[in-house]
């Protein structure tokens, strides 16, 4: 083997180590059209930094309530919907995560898009020994071969059965007619407080509400008021 081969090699274990680590590595690795260039909240400050380390805080249970609230079309979802539970789901299938959307077409969507990570060749690069389960790979239930996995569900949608350690909320509205709407507003609130909230697996599981604000009574803005803590 000559030595820039040998190089090589060295060099592609030691981003897939890496990727295994850190989530910013793993989206360079798995996602390499990934670039932190979209939006600047100043001139030091990308708005992909700022998400990816508190998706991390999530993760370390720094922040076991994580609110993301940034103007639509900046990869938020990309980022938190998509490829951090394909991840962790790799580093730990054990996992269970419930994804919840305005309407279940949405959240569908993201499921399927993070079961096509988990079947691209980078990422079994990273995750080798991730399997999904031969049984139940539904396009809105997809389970690990260790019978957990990733659900979809429209926000009002029904989780009979379903535990999670991480409930992703990502857009609970559709656009600021929804948001305005009081009817929706207490569809939302209904939801999360008899529903969502009560399924949590441990005391150790994490909720993060993904939105754009366009009202103080949407459902970020009830839970700022009802869980300060």
């Known amino acids: 083997m000559s030595q ?4 090589e090699i060295e060099r592609e274990l030691a981003q897939r180590e890496l990727a295994r680590r850190n989530l910013w590595y793993y989206l360079q690795y798995v996602f390499p059209w990934f670039q932190n260039i979209a939006y600047q909240w100043d001139e030091d400050n990308l ?3 700022q998400i990816i380390e508190a998706l991390m805080a999530s993760w ?5 309530r994580l609110m993301i609230n940034c103007p639509p079309r900046l990869g938020k979802s990309m980022i938190a919907s998509q490829y951090f539970p394909s991840r962790w789901l790799g580093k730990d299938p054990t996992l269970n995560f419930i994804q919840a959307s305005y309407g279940a077409e949405l959240s569908n969507s993201f499921g399927r898009k993070t079961k096509q990570i988990t079947m691209e060749q980078s990422y079994k690069n990273v995750f080798p020994d991730f399997e999904l389960s031969q049984e139940k790979r539904e396009w809105w239930n997809r389970e690990t071969k260790q019978r957990w996995g990733y659900y979809s569900v429209g926000v009002g949608g029904a989780l ?3 535990g999670w350690d991480y409930l992703i909320i990502d857009d609970p509205v559709k656009d600021r007619m ?6 929706i507003q207490q569809r939302n609130i209904d939801w999360y407080d008899s529903v969502a909230s009560t399924r949590l697996q441990t005391q150790e599981s994490r909720i993060i509400c993904i939105m754009t604000r366009w009202s103080v009574d949407d459902l970020g803005g009830y839970i700022l008021r009802e869980e300060k803590d």
């Not at 370390?60 to 076991?64: D, H, P, T, V, Y």
């Open 47 to 49: 708005i992909h930094d």
């Open 4 to 7: 820039r081969n040998k190089e």
């Open 178 to 183: 929804e948001a305005d709407s009081p009817t």
């Open 160 to 162: 009979t059965g379903k």
């Open 60 to 64: 370390n249970g720094e922040a076991k």
